[in-house]
């Protein structure tokens, strides 16, 4: 009987044996646990190992956690016909994965235990429909682009209307100069006409009288080297320039001066002003280079200099008095005259200098005058009956101020008054010519009109009481009774003195006179 019982044990121990060994073969996925007694949890078939990492706040460490995921926690989905296992446990929201961060894994056996989750960067989550699958998410670079775009944008666009607005100011001067000009390409230097002169330009593209076109002076301006200092004002400097061979005057106007700049270039470019006795217009630019501007006006050069130097240094005969104060007369006779224009060309308003002086007016090699230095010039609009006063604050050389002038009673709304204040100013300017006219061996040192009567700068009050209360004018030398041409020169510039403006000779009339005299004195030679 005990025998039959151990073999019964024989036979049972064995099959528990297996039975237990069977139960252990057959446990499902390990996972290492944070939270369990050994470390270690079974997550059966089918199962996960999950590790997650989860913001405390404040100063606390980050929670890291360890656990199993069974299959019945894992939701079966059917999609496009297929069976998919999923689970929300293995995911996180948009929202909050900068906060937390889940891995799951499948195997094999602890294979959560060296999982690192980390935080996914920070984002912008824009809600949308709650049943909808796909959310518009922006990143921080995104979300940055988005915002900086805009601002870029408008900027941008401010900046342009800006720039456009500041042309067009200029562009309605017709001076507004781009900054570099070296990649613009002139229609004769394209032809490879490089020996073209300004002469013959001039003859080219002055059919209008208004001198070159735009683009044509900023290239001439931009090719230009200018040498020495050749006169000095109160507005600017004038330096002698060369281009290709030839001399130009380069009259450079400072920044605070841009008015006059404008002022200046706009009536030398006035139509049909070009005149062989006004001086000769090439170009307008300006020139800067990001910490100071420049604005150049580029004419004719001539080299003997102002009519003021001419006669300081220089004794003139008979012939060359009259040829120096028929050309003056011409170019002032040009100047105020007024050219009716036609359907097809335009016409040329009447101009008067306001600043008409020795200084002023320069002296060709042939022995003849041009005037010069426009930036005070007035233009008459013939349809309104008005005068276009120069926008900038200068006045005109007090020496040669007309009465009229001096005392404040000058109708500035009447533009024969000031050609008739040109005319005074011409008369002075005919006595200093005169004065340096040699007759028998005798000449007169040059002197200013007024010299002996105020100082070397007058004030307003010491002119006008010289001119006005006084009524003085310059002397007339008795040598100049005893010849027929400077008798005629001496009451000429008496006609051009009168107190009365309406009484004083018009431009027309003193060419004409001058003419006549200079007609007779070719005769006698």
């Known amino acids: 009987m005990l025998s039959r019982k151990m073999d019964i044990c024989y036979v049972i121990f064995p099959l528990l044996l297996i039975v237990s060994c069977g139960f252990d073969i057959a446990t499902g996925l390990k996972c290492y646990c944070s939270d369990c007694l050994d470390g270690t949890c079974d997550a059966g078939d089918g199962g996960r190992c999950v590790t997650s990492i989860t913001k405390m706040g404040g100063t606390r460490e980050d929670k890291i956690s360890y656990r199993c995921l069974t299959e019945a926690k894992i939701p079966i989905r059917v ?10 446990h293995c995911m996180v929201s948009a929202i909050k994965k900068h906060e937390s961060h889940i891995i799951c894994c499948s195997g094999p056996d602890l294979c959560n235990q060296y999982l690192k989750p980390t935080y996914a960067p920070a984002t912008t989550f824009i809600p949308g429909d709650d049943n909808s699958e796909t959310k518009l998410q922006f990143g921080t670079a995104e979300l940055v682009i988005l915002i900086a775009c805009p601002v870029l944008i408008v900027s941008i666009l401010f900046m342009v209307l800006f720039f456009a607005y500041h042309q067009c100011q200029r562009n309605r001067h017709g001076y507004q100069m781009p900054n570099d000009a070296s990649q613009e390409t002139m229609p004769f230097v394209q032809q490879g006409q490089s020996s073209s002169t300004l002469r013959e330009m001039m003859y080219e593209y002055s059919g209008s009288g208004s001198g070159l076109p735009l683009l044509v002076q900023r290239t001439i301006a931009r090719q230009i080297q200018v040498r020495e200092t050749i006169g000095k004002g109160r507005y600017g400097e004038v330096y002698r320039g060369r281009w290709r061979g030839e001399n130009v005057a380069v009259k450079i106007f400072p920044s605070r001066e841009e008015r006059s700049w404008f002022r200046e270039a706009e009536i030398y470019q006035t139509v049909m002003l070009r005149h062989e006795n006004i001086l000769g217009f090439i170009a307008a630019d300006n020139k800067d280079n990001g910490t100071w501007t420049q604005l150049w006006l580029i004419t004719d050069y001539h080299e003997n200099g102002s ?17 120096l104060s028929l050309s003056a007369s011409c170019g ?3 100047l105020h005259m007024e050219i009716i224009g036609t359907e097809v060309h335009a016409g040329k308003p009447a101009i008067a200098h306001r600043d008409l002086k020795s200084k002023n007016i320069l002296v060709k090699n042939n022995g003849t005058c041009c005037i010069a230095d426009l930036g005070l010039a007035v233009r008459h609009d013939i349809a309104t009956d008005s005068v276009d006063i120069a926008p900038n604050n200068r006045v005109g ?19 024969e008054s000031f050609k008739r204040a040109d005319v005074y100013a011409f008369g002075l300017v005919l ?9 028998g061996g005798i000449v007169e040192e040059y002197q200013l009109p007024f010299y002996d009567l105020v100082p070397s700068d007058p004030s307003l009050e010491e002119m006008r009481k010289v001119v006005c209360d006084d009524k003085h004018r310059p002397a007339i030398p008795n040598r100049w009774h005893s010849h027929e041409s400077l008798r005629v020169m001496a009451r000429l510039m008496k006609e051009c003195w009168y107190h009365n403006a309406a009484a004083r000779l018009t431009t027309l009339r003193i060419k004409k006179t001058l003419a006549s005299i200079a007609n007779q004195e070719d005769m006698k030679i």
């Open 79 to 88: 999609q496009n016909g297929k069976m998919q296992g999923d689970t929300p």
């Open 307 to 323: 009519l003021f130097d001419y006669l300081n240094r220089t004794v003139v005969s008979i012939s060359g008095m009259l040829k």
């Open 332 to 334: 002032l006779a040009h």
């Open 397 to 415: 050389t007090k020496r040669y101020m007309a009465p009229e002038v001096l005392d404040e009673s000058i109708n500035m709304t009447h533009f």
């Open 431 to 439: 006595w200093e010519i005169t004065r340096r006219c040699s007759l």
